[in-house]
């Protein structure tokens, strides 16, 4: 072991005094509390302890998901039925249009109208076929264009109807519509004069359907205000 | 090569979970700890704060524990910087003396009062050299205790406490300067 140069030697003298240390040796024996001790230690335990996991895991998952079907039914149902009770019957859904082709009707049948009346005034002149006005289209316009053309609002088979059907229009077809029209509005009486009219003048096929469709409007009633109900 | 026994094998030995490894670093390490603290704060109840700060950040750090350094000289690192920290949260502000060595303090004489002319036993002797190390400069007084109670050298010293070897050089220097004289000789 070497023994330190002179220049160490008067480097130690100057940052060491023995005797300095011993005093502060004797002066300063502090210790922290005990208290402090064993929070320290106690933290320094629990650091390193492994944290135990749960020996049964949470299953609130699984318990939602076991739920989840029955309850997604139960309201698939619920909201069906609540649909399908809130609904109007069928019949009132099939005669809503009515009114609407009712008051189309007449203004559509008025040129069918104007067109014969002209064909009977000048009976000596060529008519044309009765064509149907198109207020939008060129007559030179191809089916698909005047597809594409068409306005959406009204839709394509009752417009296509109510153009074409209004100068051909029978009677016979005009009397069936007047039959039918005001079906839901008559009563049984009148429904049995009819059919008995019907009868009458030897319209077998056309009475048995009023009577299939009497028997289907009043199915407690009978034709014959005699009979039991 | 640190033996089974050295600070650095104990941390890392307490790194890798062992508990008592924990126990045998804090026994050893404990009451030179609190004395730097507490000389360096001046009131137990604050220094019991620091102390524990200290050995929690310790803890915290455990799994990142490398040995680059004297387990010591990483203890009162983490110990000067606690303190500063301390300094600068408090009402008095850093220091000056960490900031500029004054050499002239060291010639500033001691209190009179502090003057021992008829100490007779060692414990005065011991209480009136704690009051000197109380007046010493922040600095000064922490190179002292640092080499005292932590047993660190120049170099260690001026790594715990982010300065040149020098700096600590002078502050131990004019810190003994004080101590003797304000012991007037008595030694």
Request: net charge neutral.
């Amino acid at each position: 072991m070497n023994d330190p140069r002179p220049s160490e030697l008067s480097e130690l003298n100057e940052i060491h005094d023995e005797r300095l240390s011993e005093c502060y040796r004797t002066a300063c024996n502090a210790e922290p509390p005990a208290w402090l001790d064993q929070r320290i230690l106690t933290a320094a335990q629990t650091a390193v302890k492994p944290r135990p996991t749960p020996a049964i895991p949470w299953r609130w998952p699984r318990v939602s998901r076991f739920w989840a079907v029955p309850v997604a039914l139960a309201a698939t149902v619920v909201l069906a039925v609540g649909l399908w009770r809130g609904l109007p019957p069928t019949s009132e859904l099939g005669g809503t249009p009515a009114p609407m082709e009712e008051k189309a009707a007449p203004s559509l049948a008025r040129p069918a109208a104007e067109l014969n009346a002209a064909r009977a005034r000048s009976a000596d002149t060529v008519v044309a076929p009765p064509t149907v006005p198109s207020p939008t289209l060129p007559s030179s316009a191809k089916p698909d264009e005047q597809r594409l053309i068409r306005p959406r609002a009204m839709p394509e088979p009752a417009r296509s109807e109510s153009f074409q059907a209004a100068p051909a229009r029978r009677p016979a077809d005009e009397e069936a519509t007047s039959f039918q029209q005001p079906a839901d509005l008559r009563s049984p009486s009148a429904w049995r004069a009819e059919i008995a009219e019907l009868r009458r003048q030897g319209r077998q096929a056309e009475a048995e359907a009023r009577l299939a469709e009497f028997r289907r409007q009043y199915p407690h009633e009978s034709l014959n205000e005699a009979e039991p109900r | 090569m640190p033996t089974d026994d050295a600070d650095e094998t104990l941390m890392l030995r307490y790194g890798a979970g062992d508990a008592d490894a924990f126990a045998r670093l804090y026994a050893r390490h404990k009451g030179p700890l609190y004395r730097y603290l507490l000389r360096q704060c001046g009131q137990p109840a604050v220094a019991e704060e620091l102390f524990q700060d200290v050995w929690l950040k310790l803890i915290a750090a455990r799994n990142g524990y490398t040995v680059q350094a004297k387990f010591t000289t990483w203890l009162y690192r983490l110990a000067h910087n606690r303190l500063i920290d301390h300094y600068r949260a408090s009402a008095r502000r850093l220091p000056v003396s960490y900031a500029d060595d004054c050499p002239e303090w060291a010639e500033i004489p001691a209190p009179a009062e502090a003057q021992p002319e008829h100490q007779e036993d060692r414990r005065q002797q011991a209480e009136r050299l704690l009051r000197l190390l109380d007046e010493l400069p922040e600095a000064q007084r922490e190179a002292f205790l640092l080499k005292e109670e932590a047993g660190l050298s120049l170099e260690a010293i001026a790594q715990a406490t982010g300065t040149g070897r020098e700096t600590v050089k002078s502050r131990l220097r004019y810190a003994l300067v004080r101590l003797r004289r304000g012991l007037g000789g008595t030694l």
